[in-house]
């Protein structure tokens, strides 16, 4: 097969669509539902969701719980610092980081917020990461991100540096089934912001089960593709973590296995490129999974995910399911998009939603 180019996973997009704020109610947004055997598609709400599943169904969720991981410090000289936290690094009381002004924080350097924590840089990497040690004034640096920290919100999300805005981020940038034990997350598993505590009762009536899994997002999910080839592109790591449980349920399915957005596709299908059957205990490994087309799928009968950003790995992932073993989802995936941009559908992490079949 020919090397796929970047470019096929191009498309236009005006900025109005991009979603600035949720909808005033999670399951109110919108839900685009693709009926893959027949090649159709639907146009319905969110909340329509309990019509697409049956008795047997099981949602494969990653119950990650998002840190409030943007930190606002100072350097010595009064120069402001804003710090983000990704994973802890090998280390106690070290956490690589993203820094801006990068280069005004070389090795040695330190930033401070007067009364919870001192930071001094530790190493740079040539991508930009930042080791950093944090002295803090009581507790951990977690402990101090959930006191005064700020949900990492991706850069098309503006406008939200006022304590409203804060405060709704901190409830709607969090799914209702994170996992304050599992707070890994460097960003939102988007797919799972549309559910409501009434809409899991409602599911979990008509018979369909939930299975937990942890995937550790971090923000090589969102960075662009830059090579020319979609293959070329280095695939970030990720951590992940299956229960013994969710295997089984993986395994040994009473129906569909409906993933709840791409983090859990890449879970799931990283797992089984290991494992041809349970491990018997709680399973913690690395993806470094690159999903595009002409890619089959062992462990996905349906997906419900977002609209990603124009040439990302997730539009690649998406692109592939449509159409399993083949490349014809790519051309697919773009008429999709459009009809979905024709009809002003809301793009990204507070944005609308699409149920595959």
């Known amino acids: 097969m020919a090397a796929l180019s970047t470019d096929l996973f191009d498309y236009p997009l005006p900025d109005r669509l991009i979603a600035q704020q949720p909808a005033d109610r999670r399951d109110a947004s919108r839900l685009l539902v693709v009926h893959r055997r027949e090649h159709r598609i639907e146009h319905r709400h969110f909340r329509d969701l309990p019509e697409y599943l049956r008795v047997g169904d099981c949602l494969f969720r990653n119950n990650a719980a998002v840190i409030p991981a943007r930190l606002h410090a100072a350097r010595p000289t009064g120069g402001q610092v804003e710090c983000l936290l990704l994973r802890p690094a090998a280390v106690p009381a070290e956490w690589w980081c993203l820094v801006r002004p990068g280069k005004k924080l070389p090795v040695g350097a330190t930033f401070t917020l007067e009364g919870f924590f001192t930071a001094t840089v530790r190493e740079k990497t040539d991508d930009g990461l930042v080791r950093a040690v944090f002295d803090t004034k009581g507790g951990d640096i977690l402990a101090v991100a959930n006191r005064v920290g700020e949900m990492p919100l991706p850069p098309y999300i ?21 996992d304050r034990a599992h707070q890994v997350a460097a960003a939102a598993p988007t797919a799972g912001l549309h559910f409501t505590p009434e809409l899991l009762a409602q599911l979990a009536t008509g018979g369909i089960t939930t299975a937990d899994l942890t995937l550790h997002v971090g923000l090589g999910t969102f960075r662009p593709i830059a ?4 293959a070329d592109h280095p695939i970030h790591r990720e951590v992940y973590e299956i229960p013994a449980v969710t295997q089984e349920a993986l395994f040994k399915p009473a129906g569909r296995r409906v993933a709840v957005g791409t983090t859990s596709v890449r879970s799931l299908e990283d797992f089984l490129s290991r494992h041809p059957f349970p491990t018997g205990a709680d399973a913690l490994a690395e993806a470094g999974i690159f999903i595009y087309p002409p890619r089959d799928f062992r462990g996905v009968d349906a997906l419900i995910t977002n609209f990603h950003q124009p040439r990302s790995t997730l539009l690649c992932l998406v692109s592939a399911f449509l159409t399993p073993g083949s490349t014809d989802g790519i051309a697919w995936l773009k008429e999709i998009y459009a009809e979905a941009v ?11 939603a699409m149920l595959i079949l």
Do not use: I, K
């Open 342 to 352: 024709a009809r002003e559908y809301r793009f990204f992490s507070y944005g609308d």
């Open 158 to 178: 503006t406008g939200h540096d006022n304590d409203t805005a804060r405060a709704l981020d901190r409830e709607r940038y969090q799914t209702v089934y994170a």
């Open 227 to 230: 090579t020319e080839y979609v």
